[in-house]
């Protein structure tokens, strides 16, 4: 859309109009912008800049050094922590996103209008809330003494040990972002054309055929990126593997939080911080790979 | 066949709507609980806790979050819509780009992030201050207003604008007369929503705030401590806090109305 | 002769790679009502808004009022638009809509009212001035529209496609009231349609476009009878084509050999053609007469014949194989005993037949 200059008033202006729109814009644009690279921008090549450079007796040296990946990778105990938190970021968004299924299922095609709008608003709102303090609740729910375990004991079995365990972590996660992952693959199915799924049972697909070859391929996108953001999310979380988890199985966020706490090294942070983002990169490439891959017609 | 799909997939969503609220439920619960522990059973009502929250620490705390939510949110609504408008009316080259490079931020590791800014803000002298929780703030709630504003920009018909033109509106009175209003609904919820965003977030105000502790922080550290039901307190009144700011984002945003949709066919 | 008031010379207008625009040149004499007719992507609406202002000629000038718009933002133009989907701000009442242009002037507030109320009463919305947008009718709207562009007193008002929304009876009512304001006012009104119909019935001149190019300006008279080329001849107007050969040159045009006989045509507005050229002669529907004495006289057979009420349609084919459309009431039926299938003899009006060049 064109439109130039907004100076009332006689004089030529010959040309300037197109220049008065582009200064307009960059106006508006730019605030945003400046922020985004001042503070996020400069603050990362920061980071990447500083895996090189090292710590002499507590200060920060500015050398070209390997010193700190070396450290950090010839550490026997970064590994397994590393191979730890990969797995359990990548377990936990498939959870979330596997458990999502069918409560999105249930919210696109069961419920519409205003109940739907209710229920998906009432579906992201403790996103937003307390997430500090929904994990506070979870660990004791957990505990020994909690409501889980006195759940079970009505039902005669001893208690069972949840701290610190597998399980308590991936309930963890999903404490924290089940909720988001839900809304977004709601989104995702509610965009599917219903029309569609009853041509497919028209022709004569059962319910579970029509989900399989219809729902699940249209919500591709947003399934991917409800994963995606699960796995973000569990693999950037402190909270949950250091207060749900009682610190006992440390994952890369809390090995990052003891660096800069106890040793105050920052190269050697940045190192662990550069390598959880190159996996995130990694994962994301290779599920849009797999995900999106035979995008062409003639695949059954 | 088909009834019964129905009802266990009812089943199943209620059961994970009671997974997502449980915490919620028991929190509350726990507030009112005699004993300091929020163990099963619940001993007795009391309301003591919510009586001990009088002290100077928690004041201050809440205070600091309360400042740091209110300027963190201006800014990023502030900065946020005018990106919004930018990208939603005018075009150039780099367009994809930019909008690609604003929602970067929160695609980015939490921690990660705490680490980055921190790092930064210590180089350059400006950590350990309420102002560097804002800044964090801004920086991470800034694309969720330009994305809310941007999402409504979209269904407000660009020709409002021509009109007003056409009529002698100049570019800025244009905005200012007709866009503002037709968007100021999402606006606020922008505002109330970035506002619980800063209000609740941990991890960055932690690395660094320094002395100058959040509310989520002062959490954190009565977590350290003595198991108390004072939490369960705090956490009820945060919880209410943010839930109404969020629910009263979500009514707004919503009940804005087809009367500025683009494209109406009147009879 | 009169200084025009809006004037476009070789104007060319570009969206991305498509030229919606290309080489338009017209002029539009003050106080008249002229329309700007064509297909959706003909240039019609892209004319409009550079006559508006809103958008801005990549070649070529763009004069109104004495102004090159080259030069002159939208807010400047002083050419209110009425709008297809009459774009009325939803979060003012329907005063505040109309008083909105003389807000942007600085005026008081109390003229505004006085104005806007006025205007409202002109446009038969007397004491609508608190409602809101949302409560009105389509035809409402329009009026609203209307006012607020008219509250303005301008000499140049622009008109798009105004009854497009609208239901028949509605839109029928507003043209009448659209003819009625142009004859009070006596201000130019620059009206762009798709409906040719419309145009014929409101306008002095009508500007034919198609694809970014002028076809044709001309009187609704003109270009009923009088077709330029084949697309106006097939696409505007209702016309007979037969291809033919000049045999020669008369005063008024040509004789022209063709299939269906000699036919004496008018040259219109093409240039003289070469005796053994080819031409193409449109003879309009309306010119036809059915079983008149007097030469020349063409038989056929009644293809179909489309009543609509007391007047309508009939088809002939002729024996060369041509199509000739016929415009015929109840009684030409009637009288001539038509039915479908029978042979018919008629003949058209003197002058009737025009040479059309290609395009």
């Known amino acids: 859309m064109e439109s130039p200059s907004k100076h009332r008033g006689s004089g030529a202006r010959l040309g300037s109009l197109l220049s008065q729109e582009r200064i307009a814009g960059s106006l508006l644009g730019a605030p945003l912008l400046v922020w985004q690279l001042s503070f996020f921008l400069a603050p990362l090549v920061m980071m990447l800049a500083m895996t090189f450079w090292s710590v002499r007796s507590y200060r920060l040296v500015f050398d070209m050094s390997l010193q700190a990946w070396s450290d950090v990778f010839s550490s026997p105990y970064f590994y397994g922590i590393y191979a730890r938190t990969l797995l359990l970021a990548l377990g936990s968004a498939a959870l979330a996103t596997a458990a999502a299924l069918p409560l999105a299922y249930a919210v696109a095609f069961h419920v519409s209008g205003a109940r739907r709008r209710l229920l998906l608003a009432t579906l992201i709102m403790p996103y937003f809330t307390s997430y500090l303090v929904r994990s506070y609740t979870w660990r004791f729910i957990l505990e020994d003494h909690g409501v889980i375990n006195a759940l079970i004991r009505v039902a005669g079995v001893g208690p069972v040990r949840f701290q610190g365990s597998i399980a308590a972590l991936l309930i963890g996660y999903m404490g924290y972002f089940f909720c988001l992952v839900a809304f977004v693959v709601s989104l995702g199915m509610m965009a599917v054309d219903q029309r569609l799924m009853e041509a497919a049972r028209n022709l004569g697909a059962s319910p579970r055929q029509v989900f399989i070859n219809v729902v699940l391929p249209l919500s591709r996108t947003a399934i991917v990126t409800a994963f995606a953001l699960g796995f973000t999310l569990a693999l950037g979380d402190y909270v949950v593997p250091s207060y749900i988890g009682g610190g006992t199985r440390p994952t890369l966020s809390i090995l990052i939080v003891n660096t800069i706490q106890g040793q105050s090294n920052y190269p050697r942070a940045a190192v662990l911080a550069t390598v959880m983002l190159g996996t995130l990169a990694v994962v994301l490439a290779l599920g849009q790979r797999l995900a999106f891959r035979s995008r062409s017609p003639g695949h059954a | ?267 | 002769m009169v200084e025009p008031i809006i004037e476009l010379r070789d104007v060319v207008k570009r969206h991305g790679a498509i030229t919606a625009v290309c080489r338009v040149s017209f002029s539009i004499e003050a106080g008249a009502f002229v329309s700007i007719i064509g297909s959706s992507g003909s240039g019609k609406t892209t004319t409009l808004r550079l006559i508006a202002g809103l958008e801005h000629a990549d070649e070529g000038q763009v004069v109104v009022a004495g102004r090159d718009m080259r030069n002159v933002a939208p807010w400047e133009s002083e050419t209110p638009l009425v709008w297809q989907n009459f774009v009325l701000f939803p979060h003012l009442s329907v005063a505040d809509n109309v008083a909105f242009g003389l807000r942007m002037r600085r005026m008081d507030a109390k003229s505004r009212r006085r104005k806007a109320e006025r205007a409202l009463d002109a446009v038969g919305l007397g004491g609508f001035q608190n409602r809101s947008v949302g409560t009105l009718s389509g035809g409402q709207m329009q009026r609203v529209g209307l006012a607020r562009a008219l509250v303005l007193e301008p000499r140049v008002l622009l008109l798009d496609e105004p009854l497009g929304a609208l239901d028949p009876p509605t839109a029928r009512q507003m043209q009448t009231e659209l003819k009625r304001l142009h004859a009070e006012l006596g201000i130019t009104f620059v009206y762009v349609t798709h409906n040719q119909p419309e145009a014929s019935a409101l306008s002095d001149q009508i500007i034919v476009m198609d694809q970014g190019v002028v076809h044709q300006i001309a009187t609704p008279y003109e270009l009923e009878h009088r077709p330029r080329d084949r697309f106006v001849a097939r696409f505007v107007g209702d016309n007979a084509i037969i291809e033919g050969t000049v045999l020669s040159l008369t005063a008024k045009g040509a004789l022209v050999r063709t299939p269906d006989g000699d036919i004496a045509a008018v040259r219109g507005d093409c240039r003289i053609p070469d005796v053994d050229a080819k031409v193409a002669v449109a003879i309009a529907a309306s010119a036809i007469r059915l079983s008149e004495a007097g030469a020349p006289a063409l038989s056929g057979s009644i293809e179909t014949i489309e009543m609509t009420s007391g007047i309508g349609r009939m088809t002939i084919k002729t024996r060369a194989g041509t199509l000739f459309g016929a415009v015929v009431t109840r009684r030409d039926i009637e009288q001539c005993n038509a039915c479908v299938g029978h042979t018919i003899q008629f003949r058209w009006a003197d002058d009737a037949p025009t040479i059309i060049s290609n395009n």
């Open chain 2, 1 to 267: 066949m088909h009834r019964f799909g129905h009802s266990a997939l009812a089943i199943y969503a209620a059961a994970a709507l009671v997974f997502i609220y449980a915490p919620f439920f028991l929190l509350v619960l726990f507030a009112f609980n005699t004993s300091r522990f929020p163990y099963w059973p619940f001993q007795g009502f009391s309301l003591h806790w919510f009586q001990s929250m009088a002290n100077g620490a928690l004041f201050s705390a809440v205070l600091n979050s309360l400042l740091v939510a209110l300027a963190s949110s201006f800014i990023a609504t502030v900065i946020g819509a005018m990106s919004a408008y930018c990208i939603s009316r005018f075009n150039f080259n780099a367009k994809n780009a930019y909008v690609a490079f604003i929602l970067l931020p929160p695609c980015v590791p939490l921690i990660v992030l705490a680490l980055i800014l921190l790092a930064f803000l210590r180089q350059v002298g400006l950590a350990n201050s309420l102002g560097s929780v804002v800044i964090c703030h801004v920086l991470l709630t800034s694309p969720l207003a330009f994305g809310l504003v941007r999402l409504r920009l979209s269904q407000v018909d660009p020709e409002f604008e021509s009109a007003a033109w056409n009529l002698g509106a100049s570019r800025w009175v244009a905005i200012r007369d007709v866009v503002l209003p037709l968007i100021l609904p999402s606006l606020v919820a922008a505002f109330l929503l970035t506002m619980a965003v800063s209000w609740d977030e941990f991890t960055i105000a932690w690395f660094v705030s320094g002395a100058n502790v959040t509310l989520p922080v002062f959490l954190w550290n009565m977590f350290q401590g003595q198991v108390s039901a004072m939490v369960n307190a705090i956490g009820t009144v945060s919880f209410v806090g943010s839930a109404t700011l969020v629910l009263a984002a979500e009514a707004l945003f919503f009940r804005q109305r087809a009367s500025t949709d683009r494209r109406i066919d009147h009879g």
